[in-house]
């Protein structure tokens, strides 16, 4: 089973809108992280935003902030007022405390701004 | 803000020859990880190194492969007689102790010819 799976293979939204990018994972390791990062075009991978498994409340970095429903297992990220910049692929990742030296990615989504 | 860095930016080599791509993880990180991209690709997990020794590592990341932290700063992949699917974005990454993110280095592109 996939452990990370972003269902989103390309977006379109419009400059200055907000779009929310969807990641579901699964594990039955009761603590783990989630992370988004992005890469643009010139290949570098840039870390965006962290949510702890037993964080209360949801992460919030900038305009960037992680909609995590535990109940549901996903970790939708959430971009408002889009800009131009934000065009990039995202991808979604997890870390599973009891095995903590691994990442687990998930395909990622390729976000394109619209002027 | 310190940084992963990565060296060369990007290498071509022949089919068959041995590459060392090399990575200076951020100083005072205790965990090194490689991963690998595809062009277009998702990013793939090759292995993950902690205390100078591999801590886990995936089905890639066969007898081919190797890493080394060679120095206290240093921590290498070596590919022995590469195939032209090697050809990709090698990316290592570091972090910190406890729940702390991975940050990665700029890559290597890595082209087989």
């Known amino acids: 089973a996939q452990k990370i799976t972003q269902t989103q293979p390309g977006m379109f939204v419009q400059e200055k809108e907000a779009v929310t990018l969807d990641c579901t994972y699964d594990t039955s390791d009761p603590s783990y992280g989630l992370f988004w990062y992005k890469q643009p075009s010139s290949g570098e991978m840039i870390f965006l935003i962290y949510q702890g498994s037993y964080d209360q409340q949801n992460a919030t970095e900038g305009r960037y902030s992680l909609n995590f429903q535990k109940a549901r297992k996903s970790a939708n990220l959430v971009i408002s007022a889009s800009q131009l910049g934000d065009s990039a692929m995202y991808f979604c990742?997890?870390?599973?405390?009891?095995?903590?030296?691994?990442?687990?990615f998930g395909s990622g989504t390729k976000l394109n701004v619209k002027p | 803000e310190p940084e992963v860095t990565q060296t060369p930016s990007h290498q071509v080599t022949q089919m068959g020859q041995e590459v060392i791509l090399r990575c200076v993880p951020i100083s005072n990180h205790l965990y090194f990880y490689w991963y690998r991209q595809i062009l277009g690709q998702k990013v793939e997990f090759l292995v993950s190194?902690?205390?100078?020794?591999?801590?886990?590592k995936s089905e890639i990341f066969d007898d081919q492969f190797s890493v080394e932290r060679p120095d206290g700063s240093n921590f290498t992949l070596k590919i022995r007689s590469t195939k032209l699917e090697d050809s990709a974005m090698y990316f290592c990454?570091?972090?910190?102790?406890?729940?702390?993110?991975?940050?990665f280095g700029d890559g290597t592109r890595l082209s087989i010819l």
């Open positions: 990742a997890m870390r599973e405390v009891y095995n903590f030296n691994k990442f687990y």
């Open positions: 990454a570091s972090r910190g102790d406890g729940d702390q993110p991975q940050h």
């Open positions: 190194f902690y205390n100078n020794e591999i801590s886990e």
